[in-house]
T-cell receptor, first 114, second 109 residues
Framework: GAVVSQHPSRVICKSGTSVKIECRSL??????MFWYRQFPKQSLMLMAT?????????EQGVEKDKFLINHASLTLSTLTVTSAHPEDSSFYIC??????????FGPGTRLTVT | DAKTTQPNSMESNEEEPVHLPCNHS???????IHWYRQLPSQGPEYVIH???SNVNNRMASLAIAEDRKSSTLILHRATLRDAAVYYC??????????FGSGTRLSIRP
């Protein structure tokens, strides 16, 4: 099946710094990608929809200035957590699909803010 | 709002069939039913999807009720590697996936 990769797989950063997470579709083009956050023992929470060539659409309650999304090409979307704090520590997952009815998920990025 | 209802957890024995139920009583006519599963510290993995007819693939079978208000994911012969959280999702043409709480499946050796 289609493959979606994420980099890095895990990152530790200090409070106040920014962290960039990449999501790539390896064998298909994706005009839309999705970013999720997952806390321990909880389900995935949709954060935003990343649209190639235009602004991302954020879900209610997600700060767009804190979670910057850039979708500069048909195979790459980036999520930057700005001025990270310990409460931003979470598992971040992206998804993308070659069509409207298929979605493939990346392996996730574990962010720890100290 | 995920708009699907699943049991929080289920247990099964290894090498026995597992039936994971899902209720989606408010599903619209064009919504697909997708199932994903997630192993610890991994992204969700696609399992199967369907619209109206029952579906089979190498991983599982999906039985969809005639009124489409419920469905059942069937693992024909559970293995220890099938222990995961299983998510039943309504997938609309907007292609945005909203996750519910899922069913945590445990397999007894």
């Amino acid at each position: 099946g289609a493959v979606v990769s994420q980099h890095p797989s895990r990152v530790i950063c200090k409070s106040g710094t920014s962290v960039k997470i990449e999501c790539r579709s390896l064998d298909f083009q994706a005009t839309t990608m999705f970013w999720y956050r997952q806390f321990p023992k909880q389900s995935l929470m949709l954060m935003a929809t990343s649209n190639e060539g235009s602004k991302a659409t954020y879900e209610q309650g997600v700060e767009k200035d804190k979670f910057l999304i850039n979708h500069a090409s048909l195979t790459l979307s980036t999520l930057t957590v700005t001025s990270a704090h310990p409460e931003d520590s979470s598992f971040y997952i992206c998804s993308a699909g070659p069509g409207q009815r298929e979605q493939y998920f990346g392996p996730g990025t574990r962010l720890t803010v100290t | 709002d995920a708009k699907t209802t699943q049991p929080n957890s289920m247990e099964s024995n290894e090498e026995e069939p597992v039936h994971l139920p899902c209720n989606h009583s408010t599903i619209s006519g064009t919504d697909y039913i997708h199932w994903y599963r997630q192993l610890p510290s991994q992204g969700p993995e696609y399992v199967i999807h369907g619209l109206t007819s029952n579906v089979n693939n190498r991983m599982a079978s999906l039985a969809i009720a005639e009124d489409r208000k419920s469905s059942t994911l069937i693992l024909h012969r559970a293995t220890l590697r099938d222990a995961a959280v299983y998510y039943c999702i309504r997938y609309s043409s907007a292609s945005k996936i909203i996750f519910g709480s899922g069913t945590r499946l445990s397999i007894r050796p």
